[in-house]
């Protein structure tokens, strides 16, 4: 089943879920204190909140807050502020989106998220846009040529959306879509899916074009990186200069990103 943004598996050190945004230089959001500590995660989601002067006009960041739900929808709500507006981003590795297409209307007709990035996509050039469309989104996809792989990132029509797909990868996907508004600041979101088989010279290329990513001034970059040795609990990595783990900790440290 795909999961809802209100019921994803929450992994025992998230390796595979990144979600980076930049914690200094913008203005501060206005939100209550946080709760207390919550009971332990059964499941988790994001939901990005953008500042607003009308609860109908979405305003893209100054800095977003995140609203997380514990449980099956026991949502933290008091960490928002009632004014602000919400823009719903969901993210997961689908393995095959083409057989989980009735699971993602559900989730759809349900949650009516206004992004959706997925990972592990199995799609072919068989399959035609048409053969995936949503009602209401358009989409940006980018196969992997040979077996496996794959990302794809649908945005609701009611906002302006523009795709960056030219990164030379092999066995590594990354895709990148700008989204706007009116009277809004553009938002990008980057969704990544690296192989584990991926030799050293492409995670290279692959770091690179995330510093490049991380220079915008809002980003949020989700997707599967592959990266076990990571414990972002303790923001440590695997003591090996050269390996991928420590980069991209090196990465996340030096453009001073958190990871949700």
Same mark, same amino acid.
């Given at each position: 089943?795909?999961?809802?943004?209100?019921?994803?598996?929450?992994?025992?050190?998230?390796?595979?879920?990144?979600?980076?945004?930049?914690?200094?230089?913008?203005?501060?959001?206005?939100?209550?204190?946080?709760?207390?500590?919550?009971?332990?995660?059964?499941?988790?989601?994001?939901?990005?909140?953008?500042?607003?002067?009308?609860?109908?006009?979405?305003?893209?960041?100054?800095?977003?807050?995140?609203?997380?739900?514990?449980?099956?929808?026991?949502?933290?709500?008091?960490?928002?502020?009632?004014?602000?507006?919400?823009?719903?981003?969901?993210?997961?590795?689908?393995?095959?989106?083409?057989?989980?297409?009735? *699971?993602? #209307?559900?989730?759809?007709?349900?949650?009516? +998220? $206004?992004?959706?990035?997925?990972?592990?996509?199995?799609?072919? %050039? &068989?399959?035609?846009?048409?053969?995936?469309?949503?009602?209401?989104?358009?989409?940006?996809?980018?196969?992997?040529?040979?077996?496996?792989?794959?990302?794809?990132?649908?945005?609701?029509?009611?906002?302006?959306?523009?795709?960056?797909?030219?990164?030379?990868?092999?066995?590594?996907?990354?895709?990148?879509?700008?989204?706007?508004?009116?009277?809004?600041?553009?938002?990008?979101?980057?969704?990544?899916?690296?192989?584990?088989?991926?030799?050293?010279?492409?995670?290279?290329?692959?770091?690179?074009?995330?510093?490049?990513?991380?220079?915008?001034?809002?980003?949020?970059?989700?997707?599967?990186?592959?990266?076990?040795?990571? *414990?972002? #609990?303790?923001?440590?990595?695997?003591?090996? +200069? $050269?390996?991928?783990?420590?980069?991209?900790?090196?990465?996340? %440290? &030096?453009?001073?990103?958190?990871?949700?």
């Amino acid at each position: 089943m795909l999961p809802s943004p209100f019921s994803c598996p929450l992994p025992s050190s998230l390796p595979f879920l990144l979600c980076f945004s930049h914690p200094t230089s913008l203005s501060t959001p206005t939100y209550a204190p946080p709760p207390p500590p919550p009971p332990p995660l059964s499941s988790f989601s994001y939901t990005l909140f953008y500042p607003s002067s009308s609860p109908s006009i979405l305003t893209l960041p100054s800095y977003p807050t995140v609203e997380k739900s514990y449980g099956e929808g026991d949502m933290q709500s008091s960490w928002v502020s009632p004014k602000n507006r919400a823009l719903k981003v969901i993210s997961a590795n689908v393995q095959s989106l083409f057989y989980k297409l009735d *699971d993602l #209307r559900n989730v759809v007709d349900e949650i009516k +998220p $206004d992004v959706m990035a997925f990972t592990e996509t199995w799609l072919t %050039t &068989d399959i035609t846009d048409s053969e995936i469309s949503l009602r209401g989104y358009q989409h940006f996809r980018k196969d992997r040529p040979s077996r496996g792989g794959g990302v794809i990132v649908y945005v609701t029509r009611k906002l302006t959306a523009i795709a960056d797909i030219n990164i030379p990868l092999r066995n590594v996907e990354v895709l990148s879509v700008t989204i706007s508004a009116k009277y809004s600041r553009p938002l990008t979101i980057s969704v990544v899916y690296r192989s584990p088989y991926q030799i050293s010279d492409q995670n290279l290329i692959l770091i690179t074009e995330l510093y490049k990513a991380s220079e915008k001034e809002d980003v949020l970059i989700v997707g599967d990186f592959d990266a076990p040795g990571i *414990d972002w #609990r303790t923001w440590t990595a695997q003591r090996m +200069p $050269d390996n991928f783990n420590h980069k991209l900790l090196q990465w996340a %440290t &030096d453009k001073l990103l958190c990871q949700n």
